[in-house]
C-alpha cells in the first residue's frame, strides 16, 4: 500500500510540474483557448491542401500556395516586430484572431459557392498578411500571462503541448470530414474555432501594463533588432539553424499529400494519419520538455534534436509501407518539434524585454517566413528529382546544420551565462 500510495503521490507530483504554468490564471485561459482554435486551423490547413491536390493534381502548386501564405511574413515581420514592441500585445491578438475568423469564414462561403485556385492564392496571402503580426505577438505575448519568470520555459514547452495535441487531433478529424463531408465544413469549423480564442483574451486581466519606450524612427529600430539578434552570437546560431531546417526538411509536409496518394498508394485518411503521427511524436516532445529541464539541457537538445529529425526524414523517405511510415513520422515529428521549442525557449529567455517582439520577429521569419522559399525549392525538387530523393535532401541538411551547431555549443554556452543567473544551468 505504502509503495502503491507513494507512487501515485510521484506521478501527481510529476504531473504538476510539468502543467505548472496553468496555475496562472491569465494562461490558463490562453492555453484552453488557443488549444481549440489551432485544431480548427490545424483541420483548415489540411484541407486545403488535399483541396490544392484534388484540384491540381500537382505537388508544384502545392508549393506555390505555400509560398503565397508565408512570404508576406517574411516580407512584414522586420516591420512588425517592431511594432509589436510598441503596441499592446493583448489588443494585437485580439484583433488577429478576429480577422483570421473572418478570412477562415470567407473561404467556406467561397468554397460553397464555387472555388476556384485563385481564391486559395488570395486567401492564403491574405493569411500571411495577419500571421505576420499574430505570430510574434503570441509568441511575446507568453511572458505577460506567467506571473512568476522561472515558469517561462514550461508555458513556451506548454503551448508546444497545445500545438501538437491538436496536430495530433487536427488531422484525424480532417480526413474523417474529409471523406464524409468535403473541405468545406473544415473551413467553417476553424471559423468558429476562433470565437474560443477571441473570447479567452477578453477574459484576460493583465496586471502590469506592457512597458512602451519613446519610439524612435522605425528603420532605426529595425536596424537595431538586427543588430541585436545577429550580433549575438547564441541568437545568431539557434535563428540560423532554424532557418536551414525550415527552408530544406520542414517543408516536408507539402510532399505528404503526394506522398500518401503516389508512394504510399493511399488517400485522404492516409495523408491525415501521417500528420497525425508527426503531432504525436510532437507531443511526447512537448511533454519532454515541460517535465522541466534545465537551459543547458535544452542547449544541447537543439543539435541532437535536429540529427533525429534528419535520420527520421531519411528513413522515412525509403518507407513504402504505411504503418512503417506513420511510425518514422513519429520520429521526425519528435525531432522537428523538440528542435522548434527549445531553440524558441532559449530565445525567451535570453533576449531583452525591450527587444522581445523583434528578435521574436526573427524567429517567426526563421519557421515560417523562410518556408515560401522551402515550398518553392522543395516542389520544385520534387518535380525533377521525385519526392523521395527531395526528403532525403532534407534529412541531410539537418544532419550538417546539427553538426555544425554542436561544434559552437560550447562557446554557445559561455555567451549565455553573461544574460543568465546560474541557476539555469546545470553544474
Not at 92 to 97: D, G, L, P, S, Y
Request: glycine residues 10%.
Amino acid at each position: 500500500m505504502e509503495n502503491n500510495s507513494q507512487s501515485t503521490g510521484g506521478k501527481s507530483a510529476s504531473f504538476k510540474v510539468i502543467f505548472r504554468s496553468l496555475k496562472h490564471r491569465n494562461y490558463r485561459l490562453f492555453f484552453l483557448g488557443q488549444s481549440i482554435s489551432v485544431t480548427g486551423s490545424i483541420i483548415q490547413f489540411v484541407a486545403l491542401s488535399w483541396l490544392v491536390y484534388r484540384i491540381t493534381g500537382s505537388v508544384v502548386m502545392l508549393g506555390l500556395i505555400g509560398f503565397a501564405g508565408r512570404l508576406p511574413i517574411l516580407l512584414l515581420s522586420p516591420l512588425t516586430g517592431v511594432l509589436i514592441d510598441r503596441w499592446n500585445r493583448r489588443k494585437v491578438m485580439i484583433v488577429t484572431q478576429i480577422l483570421s475568423m473572418l478570412q477562415a469564414l470567407g473561404l467556406a462561403i467561397i468554397f460553397f459557392t464555387g472555388i476556384e485556385v485563385w481564391h486559395i492564392f488570395l486567401f492564403s496571402i491574405i493569411m500571411g498578411c495577419i500571421n505576420a503580426f499574430d505570430i510574434p505577438a503570441r509568441h511575446s505575448f507568453v511572458i505577460d500571462l506567467v506571473e512568476r519568470k522561472d515558469n517561462l520555459g514550461n508555458a513556451i514547452a506548454l503551448n508546444s503541448l497545445m500545438f501538437n495535441g491538436a496536430m495530433l487531433i487536427g488531422p484525424s478529424i480532417a480526413g474523417i470530414l474529409l471523406a464524409s463531408e468535403g473541405e468545406g465544413i473544415c473551413f467553417m469549423i476553424n471559423a468558429i474555432s476562433y470565437l474560443f480564442v477571441i473570447l479567452s483574451l477578453f477574459m484576460m486581466n493583465i496586471k502590469a501594463a506592457q512597458s512602451v519606450k519613446q519610439p524612435s524612427k522605425i528603420f532605426n529600430e529595425m536596424k537595431a533588432g538586427f543588430r541585436y539578434t545577429f550580433g549575438f552570437p547564441p541568437i545568431k546560431y539557434i535563428i540560423l539553424l532554424l532557418a536551414l531546417l525550415n527552408l530544406l526538411a520542414v517543408p516536408h509536409t507539402i510532399l505528404l499529400p503526394a506522398f500518401a496518394k503516389e508512394i504510399l498508394q493511399g488517400n485522404s485518411h492516409t495523408y491525415g494519419f501521417l500528420l497525425g503521427s508527426s503531432g504525436f511524436g510532437a507531443l511526447i516532445a512537448a511533454f519532454y520538455l515541460a517535465s522541466g529541464k534545465t537551459l543547458l539541457r535544452m542547449g544541447k537538445i537543439i543539435p541532437w534534436s535536429a540529427g533525429i529529425f534528419g535520420i527520421g526524414l531519411i528513413l522515412f523517405s525509403f518507407s513504402r509501407f504505411a504503418m512503417l511510415s506513420f511510425i518514422l513520422m513519429v520520429i521526425v515529428g519528435f525531432g522537428d518539434m523538440l528542435h522548434t521549442a527549445a531553440s524558441n525557449t532559449i530565445l525567451q529567455t535570453i533576449t531583452d524585454d525591450d527587444k522581445r517582439g523583434r528578435v521574436t520577429s526573427m524567429y517567426t521569419i526563421s519557421i515560417v517566413g523562410i518556408a515560401p522559399f522551402g515550398s518553392l525549392l522543395i516542389g520544385e525538387l520534387a518535380k525533377y528529382l521525385g519526392i523521395t530523393n527531395t526528403i532525403i535532401i532534407g534529412g541531410v541538411a539537418c544532419l550538417v546544420g546539427a553538426l555544425v551547431f554542436l561544434r559552437k555549443l560550447p562557446e554557445l554556452k559561455q555567451d549565455s551565462k553573461q544574460v543568465l543567473p546560474i541557476s539555469n544551468y546545470d553544474t
